[in-house]
């Protein structure tokens, strides 16, 4: 999978930015008044939800993501002093003033780790950006599994990319968000977050092999079928800095080096059950076995939902999606009572199937249904929370969006 990092201080809110500059305009104004002179330009890099393929891109496996229409937006300007001022309209407190040859790994800084992290990894990698005036903005949720720190970090790759003429593509810029994220930040996450946010295009999903980076923009226009998929963003918080992510990443190494294979992805489906047998066998705690027939089997389901999706039948991969989740709770165990929840109180109410998507552990779950269906199944949902005494979750449709751009 996977999702990577929450900033450990909410970016935005639970629903909606805390101070929304909505235009353009508007948070040129901001950056103006904050710095004492205009943005150099705009940049907006996407959330994401994962369609199937959880915990697999650190397994160099198949991932299927598709951009949200909400971004962090990013209004910046060119330094030359080695200074760089970063700002969230989103983030109680002043100015961030950090001095970037000073930038090192593990040093806190809360939820400018995230845009820091980036001018790190760039600087290490040899580019020139030599400072920069940054002021964020974001309707990405936090803590809700739809990736607002890759947005974070691929709009501060991509606006630095322009604006230093580093000339990077957008899966290197991508690579470089992964790096500030697991060597800076300190999150062993795989590359599917930052790659969604900076490559996914409007009306697609992306089948996204994480071994090589290839990629292919899959046709996903759910409306003119009759069809919606619903985001419910169960309000529960999640963070994978806390160890457990690190842990199930650390528990797929161990069970690939027990089966003697460099990544999981080199585990075939066909076979699963002799690897399984050999795991059984092997010195390993019982938690390998499952994240190891987790993983194998999860790249399986990516492979059925493409080959359903190219048939034009989307329908059909409702029952792929439930599976998908029954394996992250009993295999990868990285559900929540009300991840269960929606998943179940959905599939009751009609909808074609369900299941958490991203870290887990809290966040959101994704929910297919017919359009006909998606109030009625929405409100199951809403009924089953409230009498279970669980915070009303936040619920509305992911449309398949664009990938970073510059604005303006």
């Known amino acids: 999978m996977t999702e990577t990092s929450e900033p450990t201080t909410p970016l935005t809110g639970a629903n909606e930015p805390t101070t929304p500059l909505t235009g353009n305009a508007e948070l040129t104004a901001s950056f103006t008044e904050l710095y004492g002179q205009a943005p150099e330009g705009i940049w907006a890099a996407p959330g994401r939800v994962n369609l199937i393929g959880e915990y697999t891109d650190f397994n160099d496996g198949f991932v299927m993501p598709l951009a949200l229409p909400h971004t962090a937006r990013a209004a910046v300007a060119r330094r030359t002093d080695g200074e760089l001022r970063l700002h969230s309209t989103d983030v109680p407190g002043?100015?961030?003033?950090?001095?970037?040859?000073?930038?090192?790994?593990?040093?806190?800084?809360?939820?400018?780790?995230?845009?820091?992290?980036?001018?790190?990894?760039?600087?290490?990698?040899?580019?020139?950006?030599?400072?920069?005036?940054?002021?964020?903005?974001?309707?990405?949720?936090?803590?809700?599994?739809?990736?607002?720190?890759?947005?974070?970090?691929?709009?501060?790759?991509?606006?630095?990319?322009d604006l230093f003429g580093l000339g990077l593509s957008a899966p290197e810029l991508a690579v470089l968000g992964r790096r500030a994220e697991n060597d800076f930040v300190g999150v062993p996450c795989g590359v599917m977050d930052q790659m969604a946010s900076?490559?996914?295009t409007e009306g697609h999903a992306l089948h996204l092999d994480t071994r090589d980076l290839t990629r292919r923009q899959i046709p996903f226009d759910l409306a003119s079928g009759g069809l919606r998929l619903l985001v419910v963003d169960t309000q529960?918080?999640?963070?994978?800095?806390?160890?457990?992510?690190?842990?199930?990443?650390?528990?797929?190494?161990?069970?690939?080096?027990?089966?003697?294979?460099?990544?999981?992805?080199?585990?075939?489906?066909?076979?699963?059950?002799?690897?399984?047998?050999?795991?059984?066998?092997?010195d390993v705690d019982e938690s390998v076995v499952r994240y190891v027939r987790h993983v194998v089997s999860d790249n399986q389901r990516v492979e059925q939902v493409i080959a359903l999706l190219d048939a034009g039948d989307v329908r059909s991969a409702g029952p792929v999606l439930v599976a998908g989740h029954v394996s992250l709770r009993d295999d990868l165990r990285v559900s929540c009572p009300e991840l269960d929840?929606?998943?179940?109180?959905?599939?009751?109410?009609?909808?074609?199937?369900?299941?958490?998507?991203?870290?887990?552990?809290?966040?959101?779950?994704i929910v297919l249904v017919e359009e006909e269906r998606a109030d009625t199944v929405s409100e199951a949902v809403l009924k089953a929370f409230a009498s279970a005494g669980h915070t009303t979750p936040r619920i509305f449709p992911a449309v398949p969006s664009a990938g970073a751009r510059r604005l303006v």
């Not at 797929?252 to 059950?273: D, F, I, K, Q, S």
């Open 94 to 161: 002043g100015v961030v003033q950090l001095r970037i040859d000073e930038l090192a790994p593990h040093q806190g800084h809360g939820w400018a780790a995230y845009p820091a992290g980036v001018v790190w990894a760039l600087r290490e990698a040899g580019h020139p950006v030599t400072g920069a005036d940054i002021q964020l903005t974001s309707t990405v949720p936090t803590g809700a599994g739809l990736s607002s720190s890759a947005a974070l970090e691929v709009v501060t790759a991509l606006a630095l990319n």
């Open 198 to 200: 900076a490559c996914c």
């Open 236 to 282: 529960v918080k999640h963070a994978l800095g806390d160890g457990a992510y690190a842990e199930r990443r650390a528990g797929c190494e161990a069970g690939a080096a027990a089966l003697g294979v460099r990544t999981l992805r080199e585990v075939p489906y066909e076979g699963l059950g002799a690897a399984l047998d050999t795991l059984a066998t092997a």
């Open 341 to 365: 929840l929606v998943v179940s109180a959905a599939c009751e109410a009609g909808a074609l199937g369900a299941r958490m998507t991203g870290g887990g552990f809290g966040g959101s779950a």
